[in-house]
């Protein structure tokens, strides 16, 4: 089962979590209701466990959000911007088809799928460079949501098939259907 009590002296709060889906910018409501429900029936599989989802009001990106460049929008600061709003038991995942980056490898602009920072209970995902937006959303959101939600890293096994393989810069999601059988179990404890 996920639970996040472990990880809080207060152990008289409802597990699991709430999910808030954010949409930014352009990413629509009707999206976001897709996706949910994509969501409720793979998250009631891989967990376990069905979760309560709620869909926030849009929220634009501020131009303070963009890079130096203004080309993209920073990963990381949009986190910030969320994080406020997230505990452990509200986890915010901020969805849009914007370009996002980081600063990685001494890059200023590391463009990545999603982000998500230890400790902040929010999280990012775009669906800019996948190339098979609609097949493939879901299980980036899983990605970011399994390290933001569970505390979790990235799957031991390296295993080509395990949504929580590292994509080390592949945006190669194709053969991700599930977790493997080792993620699950430190996933499902
Ligand atoms: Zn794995
Ligand atoms: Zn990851």
Request: aromatic content about 10%; some cysteine.
């Amino acid at each position: 089962m996920l639970c996040c009590c472990n990880k809080t002296e207060q152990a008289n709060y409802t597990c699991p979590p709430t999910i808030f889906l954010q949409p930014l910018d352009n990413f629509t409501q009707q999206e976001a209701m897709q996706l949910q429900a994509v969501l409720e029936q793979r998250f009631r599989k891989i967990f376990n466990e069905g979760f309560e989802f709620e869909i926030l009001p849009n929220k634009k990106l501020s131009v303070d959000l963009m890079n130096d460049s203004k080309s993209r929008y920073r990963a990381d600061k949009i986190i910030n911007s969320l994080k406020k709003e997230a505990s452990n038991h509200r986890i915010i995942i901020g969805l849009t088809h914007k370009d996002v980056s980081v600063p990685y490898k001494g890059k200023p602009d590391w463009g990545v799928l999603g982000l998500s920072i230890h400790g902040t209970y929010a999280c990012v995902v775009s669906d800019f460079r996948l190339k098979n937006k609609k097949r493939d959303y879901w299980k980036v959101v899983t990605h970011e949501f399994t390290h933001t939600a569970c505390n979790y890293s990235h799957c031991p096994n390296d295993d080509p098939t395990c949504i929580m393989k590292d994509a080390k810069g592949k945006a190669d999601f194709s053969n991700k259907v599930d977790f493997c059988k080792t993620c699950r179990e430190k996933i499902n404890i």
